[in-house]
């Protein structure tokens, strides 16, 4: 295990910004927090980080203590985007990599790989505060990966982004991983959670609402979604035991049943009724296990 | 120990290489050798003192003494024969009546000078007329000696003789250019300081910059940055003042305002340095702590007031209690740590101040600055990553 949170609390006055959460982030995972505003994602980075000093609970890294003098082993994106404008890009990226405890010369050559793959090279001797928003985030990224860290955290990376530096961005993450860094990133959109993590943690208001791996996580839920389509009327089906919910939409029908096993019975129940076009058993979304947990819609 | 000086280097070589830091230092020095060279300046711009042709119509004995006099005032002037520029009329000897008659005007020196010689010419004549012997003569320039007795401290009623209340010009000038110096480098750096702190923090990467080092290790590089930085100005400035100085014509200046060292001067130039420094570390320290506590960049000056309204007290108290520096009330000021290195060195000056005083002024500026940087180590600490608006709550979110 990488990194290992247990009872994590975070007390601000009289708000608990973080509640007791207990995180287990494997060596080598893409692991992604979601929550909303005020979820807690970014208190709980600045922890891990040593920014704040935790209320109660323990942050281990590798079986040992967080500390200062493992901070070169660390990668960090901060979800507030800045960097020192009357600085050059190249000053800037070398002076956070040489406090990451790169030489000059590594650092120059790992920033020219990664200006190229960005496809921002021709910014390199440009004083930051000429650069577009996109341009300056993307600076920042590589200012936080240049030193190939163990382990990469990044607050809400995709935010301020068009598609396309998405993608870019998407890609590099993915490598990274590849590579065997440990990746921990904070978003609030869940299909960025669906597409890469195989590892997440849901936090509401503080409190850790699910965490784990998705599948397992999707797999313990139970519910599951079925979606038919056809011309016949299936409105019976609500009554079938097991059926929490259905929606119609004109011919296609949305069912949340408690479990996969009543999909069988549905199934054989419709097919002696004529012919449907589509007849499908999906994993429950991340939003139905935060609704259900939660008892509201996420956002 | 690294990333400290990654911290350092970076600011202090942004400092040292930026264009005001290298604008604003040129200035001084240049301003220094125009102000030990103004007279030659003067000089080459001044265009009346061309030579004077002076007639002189009178009779030979009052030539023989007016004309030597007039050399001696007036290097300009020459006594012509016949077609001079000037005719200076003898118009009667007792009493002494001349008339200048200029083909064109001559300059106010040359004027003043001829005035002068006429007037030493008169006194001449008088003397003479009241047959007076070169003794007599020279008794009547002797000074009156005079000496200045207090009642000594017992009471036995005797006197003692008063101290001199005469301050040496050298170690005066000293005194001004180290204090001046000093509250203008603590005005410039104390902004400086404050602004780097607060952009950093503005501008947010600071996150990124404290999750890589510690917030007190990243503050102390950037403070003693700076105070090099400023330390390297007030090196360069002297320098220049000094080279500016000796190339000038020092033997004149020195004759005119009786410019020469005493036992004092060496101690003075020291206790000034050392104090000049110290002070520098001191409002530099308190203006690190009181960036910490900004985080946009409208509320600097306001938050700067501390360190300008402290700096501008010590200043005029240093410049404004000259003639009462033995006073308890300077004394006491000399204590305040924020006034000593203003203050400590102005007691040095015009009284026999020893050296106690200014090891105990050291010593509190040395325990003050410990104390305000740790100060603006812990605010810093807990503000570094504040968004806080306001100065005040600020301070009490790091209160709690």
Redesign the interface.
Known sequence: MALEMTDLTKVF?EQTAVDSINIKVPAGSMYGFLGGNGAGKTTTF?MI?Q??TPTSGSILYNGKSIG?HM??Q?G???E??????K?KVS??VL??A????MSKKDADKALDYWLERFKVTENKFKKIEKLSKGNQQKI?LI??IIHNPELIILDEPFSGLDPINVEILKDAVKDLNAQGSTIIFSTHRMEHVEELCEELCILDRGKQIVSGNIDQIKQDFGQKEIIIEGEHDIAFIKDIPGVLEMKQIRNKSVIKIADEKYAEDIYNRITDIGFFKRFQVNEPSLNDIFIAKVGRDYE | M??FM??FN?TFF?KLKAKSFLITTLIIIAGMFIAFNLDKIIGLFDSDDEELRLEVEADETFLSVFEPTLQSYDETIEIAGEDGDAVLDIVNTDPLEAELRMNEEISSSQEESIKLALNETNRAYVLQTLELSEEEISRMYEEVPVEFLVASDNESGNFEAADSDETNILNMIIFYFSVILMFIIILNYASQIATEIA??K????I????????PTQHLMAKVLAMISVSVIQVGLITGGGLIAFYFSDTSALLDQFGLETNDQTLKIVVYCIIFVILGLILYLSVAAMLGSFINRMEDLQQGLMPVTFLSMIGYFIALGAMSFADNIAVTITSYFPFFTPFVMPLRLLVNDTGHMPMIIGILIMIITIIIALSLAGFVYKRS??STESGIIKNIKRIK?
């Open positions: 006055g600045r980080l920014l704040l200062y901070t070169n660390i960090y994106l901060p507030e985007r800045g960097l020192h404008p600085l000053e800037q002076y956070l040489e406090l990451k405890g920042q200012a936080s | 690294n990333k990654t911290t970076l942004s952009n950093e503005s501008s947010r990467v996150e990124m910059i404290v999750s890589s080092i510690r570094v990553l709690k």
